[in-house]
């Protein structure tokens, strides 16, 4: 196969374009662009490669090949590509992180700060993009209380006068434009401070303010002087906290990357002016590219995605397509984009700083991944495992006496809980508590549905951890042995307050878990969730069976008439507070009757 990869890819054209790796499926595994692609493809298919790449040689089945007009042409189209296709090899951003925008409708009498995702051409104003909704909301809120803006949801001039002010003008975070005595040009006024903030002018409207603040105590107009203090104060604090804000028309993006043993890491720190803004990163898997083709591709993608280019990127090193990527970026901008590598002075001394944020948020990423490691190596050698466990599912019991007895089963991943694998259910075969056997039914329907071929049952898991001692573990296997299953399983023991303290084997040893904090914390995080589970869906039948039974028990409501009343008044509680006219609204009267009897009877 690769003999014939190499064949092939010897016969193509030495002209730019993109070429698309195929799996023996048929399914597009990888996309590339290339400068000449005859050079670019049989590279593939010689010599050495590093683990990553040989990963993705080792899929190829086939390519196929789109010839370029150009350098640039190839590089839009290999884009499109993985944005269509999303290429298990290819880096690929979050899919799911918008970067929306504050907007103002200058146009409006009393305008008020919005939070939209796209700009529009409507002649209002914009800020941003912002890293997030909640951070742009977050952003509304500290500058409307900083400036004594409305955050209520009273529209104006509408509502003007026609209620008291709210609690927020009795707490002094709102002026009461709301008042018709209070008037429009101290709202305009606090606007065109708004917009000095969001410009990133912050530090000018602290000197206006000080300005205004020193004249209002030479007036011996002192409550105004404490206001101005005031705003000042918190314009100061939120000066020292607006890194969380990313103003539009950015000078220099200077951007990071870091390769770490298991993660990489793209870094983007926006500055304005000389200051910071805002800081952006995203954190992928050791990518197989090479340092400057990884820059390179997410470049593209992420500006792509932000919607707003900064007129100078500056780069930790050189990538090989700078100037089709720079004509790239200008066509997203709409002007002309300055790609520079900084050898000296201030700009470089801020791409080492994206590229320290970028190795900072690689090292506490592979931190947790290492004590999960950790914890997993100990697992191995105290359990003794032949590697340690990637997926642990957990087994708990839940009964209210002899009705509704249900199980519950967690899956872990990798330390995490995997919710979407997990499952609960209904005990079949007993009508009394019994938790050595209710246990027994479910291990054997859970293994029963793996056979059955049910994806959702797939793959099994590395260890079963039984709620309980021995006794249950034991229980386990024995199912399992019947049905030609060998997955090591382990009980759960907690000790007189409730904490897991141990794990045992099925023969009754226990493996103590104290001496060891991230383990004791993990098992006792899985036995916590699993309990948590089983007693939520037990509950829930409770009181679906109670809503139920009450009813019921009335003469005269059927089922239409029963879901009548619950739609009405919601719940139980108010159906038994209803009054018979009330009631009647609902239901004949006779049956209204018969309702407020059977709640009303003990006080007859």
């Keep these: 196969m690769i003999e014939e990869l190499r064949q092939k890819a010897n016969k193509l054209p030495e002209k730019p374009g993109v070429y698309i790796m195929l799996d023996s499926a048929g399914d597009v595994i990888y996309v590339g662009k290339a400068k000449i692609l005859k050079n670019r493809v049989s590279s593939y298919f010689h010599g050495k490669h590093n683990a990553k790449t040989e990963a993705l040689v080792s899929k190829i089945a086939d390519f196929n090949v789109i010839i370029a007009a150009s350098e640039l042409e190839a590089l839009v189209l290999e884009n499109s590509l993985i944005k269509h296709h999303m290429p298990k090899y290819n880096i690929l951003l979050k899919d799911d992180k918008g970067y929306p925008f504050i907007r103002l409708d200058i146009k409006s009498p009393y305008p008020r700060f919005t939070v939209e995702s796209k700009m529009e051409d409507d002649g209002a104003l914009y800020f941003g993009p912002y890293g997030g909704r909640s951070t742009s909301f977050a952003a509304i809120d500290t500058v409307s209380k900083a400036l004594k803006l409305p955050t209520c949801s009273k529209q104006f001039p509408r509502d003007i006068g026609k209620e008291r002010p709210c609690l927020n003008y009795h707490m002094g975070l709102c002026r009461a434009y709301c008042l018709k005595d209070t008037p429009k040009s101290e709202y305009d006024e606090a606007i065109k401070k708004a917009v000095m903030v969001f410009e990133g002018k912050t530090d000018k409207l602290i000197s206006e303010l000080t300005k205004e603040m020193e004249l209002a105590a030479e007036e011996l107009k002192f409550e105004l002087a404490a206001e101005k203090r005031d705003s000042i104060k918190a314009l100061t604090t939120l000066k020292r906290k607006q890194n969380v804000l990313s103003l539009s028309k950015a000078d220099t993006d200077a951007v990071g990357f870091y390769r770490g043993t298991t993660k990489s890491c793209f870094t983007v720190l926006h500055y304005i002016k000389g200051q910071l803004l805002d800081k952006d990163f995203e954190i992928f898997p050791d990518p197989m590219e090479t340092d400057d083709e990884v820059v ?94 990637e997926r642990i599912e957990a087994f708990d019991i839940s009964n209210s006496g002899s009705e509704n007895i249900v199980a519950s089963m967690t899956t872990f991943y990798k330390g995490k809980p995997l919710k979407k694998a997990y499952k609960r259910f209904k005990i079949k075969t007993l009508e009394s508590q019994d938790d050595y056997h209710s246990m027994q039914e479910v291990i054997g329907r859970r293994l029963q549905r793996f056979l059955d071929g049910d994806e959702s049952f797939k793959p099994l898991p590395d260890v079963f951890l039984i709620d309980g001692g021995a006794t249950h573990a034991s229980g386990a296997v024995e199912v399992m042995r019947k049905m030609k299953f060998d997955i090591p399983t382990f009980g759960m023991v907690k000790d007189d307050r409730h904490r897991t303290r141990a794990l045992v084997t099925p023969t009754g040893k226990e493996i103590g878990i104290s001496a060891v904090p991230s383990v004791f914390a993990f098992i006792g995080s899985i036995q916590e969730e699993t309990h948590r589970f089983a007693i939520e869906f037990n509950r829930s039948l409770n009181a679906k069976k109670m809503k139920k039974s009450i009813l019921d028990d009335i003469k005269g409501v059927g089922e239409s008439r029963k879901n009548a009343l619950l739609k009405r008044f919601k719940s139980i509680k108010a159906i038994k507070e209803a009054s018979v006219e009330t009631l009647c609204q609902v239901v004949p009267q006779n049956t209204a009757r018969a309702v407020y009897d059977y709640f009303h009877s003990e006080e007859k």
């Design 296 to 389: 390179s591709g997410i470049l593209r993608q992420y500006y792509i995605r932000r919607g707003i280019v900064p007129e100078n990127v500056c780069l930790p090193f050189e990538i090989p397509d700078t100037e089709a990527v720079e004509k790239f970026l200008a066509d997203v901008a709409g002007r002309k984009v300055n790609i520079t590598v900084p050898q000296r002075g201030d700009k470089k001394r801020l791409t080492e700083a994206a590229s320290e944020n970028a190795k900072e948020e690689v090292l506490r990423i592979t931190t947790k991944e290492e004590r999960v490691t950790k914890t997993a190596l100990w697992l191995k050698d105290a359990l003794g495992l032949e590697a340690p466990p």
